[in-house]
């Protein structure tokens, strides 16, 4: 069974551009978590995603958003992007909110 | 608001060797579950072991296993002859049983095994 999958793999994108992600979960998962990885901040959630309902959403501006879509593929989008947004992106997913959680390869996003 | 703190943020360890890591956590519900994540430089997470809150016995996976202290609030991973494929950056995290899924993390510890 294929692994959760991420693309893109690396992102550059500048100042005030947005940007979109894609995370494909395990086949059979309906759950997809979002974290953002920085050196200063460490691994922070950003949303949560069961049923294409988002059932949670972290401390980060309205700049970010996401979805999931029927087949249980996800994407976040984060709109003006700032430098601070550099970070490697990480979806997990699993088959419900309660069930392990299998992380994909991460998107590398640098912001210049 | 839950917290993770890893107080090591590196180790290193001789190969063969047996190694600990320190996990402290803060909560107020009283059951849970917490983790141990490892993200090898190819930076795909992976999880090495969960404990379950209202278990006392601690969980086990071949070499790694944990010591759960609930009233501590301490979850620390026992690695049992390192290997080099073990170097990576350890996670711990929590997850509460109740509204988000969402996993809390600490900030890490980098363990290196010397040869």
């Known amino acids: 069974k294929a692994g959760v999958t991420q693309t893109p793999r690396y992102l550059i994108k500048t100042r005030g551009q947005q940007v979109t992600l894609s995370c494909s979960p395990i086949s059979g998962h309906r759950s997809v978590s979002w974290y953002q990885q920085t050196p200063g901040q460490g691994l922070q959630f950003l949303f949560e995603y069961f049923s294409e309902t988002q059932r949670n959403k972290g401390n980060f501006p309205g700049r970010f958003s996401g979805r999931q879509f029927s087949n249980s593929r996800s994407e976040m989008n984060v709109s003006t992007l700032e430098l601070g947004d550099s970070a490697l992106y990480l979806c997990?997913?699993?088959?419900?909110?309660?069930?392990?959680?299998?992380f994909g390869p991460g998107t590398r996003l640098t912001v210049l | 608001a839950q917290t993770v703190t890893q107080s090591q943020p590196e180790m290193s360890v001789q190969e063969a060797e047996t190694v600990t890591l320190s996990c402290t956590y803060d909560t107020s519900e009283s059951d849970y579950y917490l983790f141990w994540y490892k993200q090898p430089p190819s930076r795909q997470m992976i999880l090495v072991i969960r404990?379950?809150?209202?278990?006392?016995q601690n969980a086990t996976e071949n070499r790694f296993s944990v010591n759960f202290q609930k009233a501590a609030k301490s979850f620390s991973l026992k690695i049992s002859d390192s290997q080099l494929g073990d170097a990576a950056m350890y996670f711990c995290?929590?997850?509460?049983?109740?509204?988000?899924?969402?996993?809390?993390f600490g900030q890490g510890t980098r363990l290196t095994i010397n040869p």
């Open positions: 404990q379950e809150a209202y278990k006392q």
């Open positions: 995290a929590y997850r509460g049983s109740q509204g988000a899924q969402k996993l809390v």
């Open positions: 997990a997913s699993s088959q419900g909110p309660w069930d392990e959680q299998f």
